[in-house]
């Protein structure tokens, strides 16, 4: 796989972060649950992304650079092991669009248009977002990524944001305890 290096360890966990506002701001809290459970975290997050994220943070709390950009080869001296899993989220209606359509303008979409017929598992978190919820492409390219075998944790359809009474109780909507859910069954043995 080209943008990994072959190397051996702990259990390798890529988080890719595309954006989505405030569920990113809990990103710190989700990396130590993980860490919690034996997973060696890297980040690797879309250029918009950034403005949503305390990088210097993620890399303190990861001991690992976060990464949105490709590096020349010989610039490049991040060990990348092969994951043991992939997690997106915050996801975004764009990356997910994208990623079923097999592009690969990012670093991030590059990683898991790589990932998708390995086996690795990739596990998508999405924010709540009724609007996008009832989007007809949105809603195929879910389909098609699920049919691929990529877990899409997306359960908002219902959900009508005028009785979301702030933002706390929106950010509270959003799946850590599935993904981290889904992240122990995906463990191999």
Not at 70 to 76: I, K, S
Not at 86 to 107: C, E, M, Q, R, Y
Not at 157 to 166: A, K, R
Request: glycine residues 8%; hydrophobic residues 45%; negative net charge.
């Amino acid at each position: 796989m080209g943008f990994f290096a072959m190397t051996v360890g702990n259990r390798a966990l890529y988080i890719v972060v595309c954006g989505g506002g405030y569920p990113a701001d809990d990103l710190p809290v989700f990396v130590k649950q993980a860490q919690a459970t034996g997973w060696d975290i890297r980040v690797v997050a879309t250029p918009s992304s950034l403005k949503f994220i305390d990088a210097g943070l993620l890399a303190s709390l990861t001991g690992h650079g976060v990464r949105s950009e490709y590096a020349l080869v010989e610039d490049d001296n991040e060990e990348r092991p092969v994951p043991d899993a992939i997690v997106v989220a915050p996801a975004t209606f764009n990356t997910v669009n994208k990623f079923a359509g097999g592009i690969s303008d990012t670093l991030a979409l590059s990683l898991l248009n790589e990932t998708i017929c390995s086996g690795i598992p990739i596990i998508i978190g999405l924010p709540p977002n009724p609007t996008h919820a009832k989007h007809p492409a949105f809603l195929a390219n879910i389909a098609t990524l699920r049919s691929w075998g990529v877990q899409v944790i997306f359960e908002y359809e219902d959900v009508v944001l005028e009785d979301i009474p702030d933002i706390e109780a929106w950010k509270a909507l959003f799946p850590w305890q599935k993904l981290l859910d889904a992240l122990e069954a995906a463990k191999t043995p």
